[in-house]
């Protein structure tokens, strides 16, 4: 891939969180998950299907669907309850890392399997487009695609591992990034704690002024 510089306001940190950090939010994200289980998202217009199963805590989730297309929303799709609360350890990080008084009022989780993958994209729905987003990798390692703030920018690719936090506000907040895909069986946290086919997690803190 090229080499060209993350953005500003770009923020990796390899290694956030040791073996027993992870599995600890693990734990936390199984609960949220007992409740709101995973559940498969898609596109607008097309109705193709999203690759990466997905849920929320939070107030609001994202969801999206043929009909109703890329929204918040208070309650999961299938069970129609709503989301549970997002996580203290979760609310803990968003905090320390960021200094951001008012919380995260959304926290999506993504699951990946052997094959999903998630396309370029710029994440400016929310309408807090001024707070930082806060990502926990958990699982198997990914290949994150960062690229800039034009479709046809270059793109690097950054190998994210389990336990690695990345955050990001400010210039950053609106560049094109995505997952490649991950590297099946490079990680045993999910199949250790449960997860039987292994896979990644991806969870990531936002907040959001209002649904869509
Ligand atoms: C950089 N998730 O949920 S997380 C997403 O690994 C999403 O599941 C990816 O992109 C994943 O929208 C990446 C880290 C992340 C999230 C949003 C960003 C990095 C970002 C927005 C702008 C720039
Ligand atoms: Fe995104």
Same mark, same amino acid.
């Given at each position: 891939?090229?080499?060209?510089?993350?953005?500003?306001?770009?923020?990796?940190?390899?290694?956030?969180?040791?073996?027993?950090?992870?599995?600890?939010?693990?734990?936390?994200?199984?609960?949220?998950?007992?409740?709101?289980?995973?559940?498969?998202?898609?596109?607008?217009?097309?109705?193709?299907?999203?690759?990466?199963?997905?849920?929320?805590?939070?107030?609001?989730?994202?969801?999206?669907?043929?009909?109703?297309?890329?929204?918040?929303?208070?309650?999961?799709?299938?069970?129609?309850?709503?989301?549970? $609360?997002?996580? @203290? +350890? /979760? *609310?803990?990080?968003?905090?320390?890392?960021? =200094?951001?008084? &008012?919380?995260?009022? %959304?926290?999506?989780?993504?699951?990946?399997?052997?094959?999903?993958?998630?396309?370029?994209?710029?994440?400016?729905?929310?309408?807090?487009?001024?707070?930082?987003?806060?990502?926990?990798?958990?699982?198997?390692?990914?290949?994150?695609?960062?690229?800039?703030?034009?479709?046809?920018?270059?793109?690097?690719?950054?190998?994210?591992?389990?336990?690695?936090?990345?955050?990001?506000?400010?210039?950053?907040?609106?560049?094109?990034?995505?997952?490649?895909?991950?590297? $099946?069986?490079? @990680? +045993? /946290? *999910?199949?250790?704690?449960?997860?039987?086919? =292994?896979?990644? &997690?991806?969870?990531? %803190?936002?907040?959001?002024?209002?649904?869509?």
């Amino acid at each position: 891939s090229e080499a060209v510089d993350l953005p500003p306001g770009f923020h990796h940190l390899p290694g956030f969180y040791d073996a027993a950090g992870q599995r600890s939010i693990l734990v936390d994200i199984r609960a949220v998950l007992a409740d709101a289980p995973l559940f498969q998202q898609a596109m607008p217009k097309t109705g193709a299907p999203l690759s990466v199963k997905m849920s929320n805590a939070g107030t609001f989730g994202w969801v999206t669907d043929r009909e109703g297309g890329y929204r918040y929303q208070s309650r999961h799709p299938t069970t129609g309850k709503q989301w549970p $609360p997002i996580p @203290s +350890s /979760l *609310l803990e990080l968003w905090k320390k890392l960021t =200094g951001e008084v &008012i919380p995260p009022n %959304l926290c999506l989780i993504n699951f990946y399997d052997a094959e999903a993958r998630l396309g370029l994209h710029q994440d400016k729905g929310e309408s807090s487009l001024d707070a930082p987003v806060v990502s926990v990798s958990l699982g198997d390692d990914a290949t994150f695609l960062v690229g800039g703030m034009s479709r046809k920018d270059p793109v690097r690719r950054l190998r994210l591992h389990s336990g690695d936090v990345v955050w990001f506000g400010g210039p950053a907040r609106l560049i094109y990034h995505g997952v490649e895909g991950i590297v $099946p069986g490079s @990680s +045993s /946290l *999910l199949t250790d704690e449960g997860f039987a086919d =292994g896979g990644r &997690i991806n969870l990531t %803190l936002r907040r959001i002024d209002r649904p869509s």
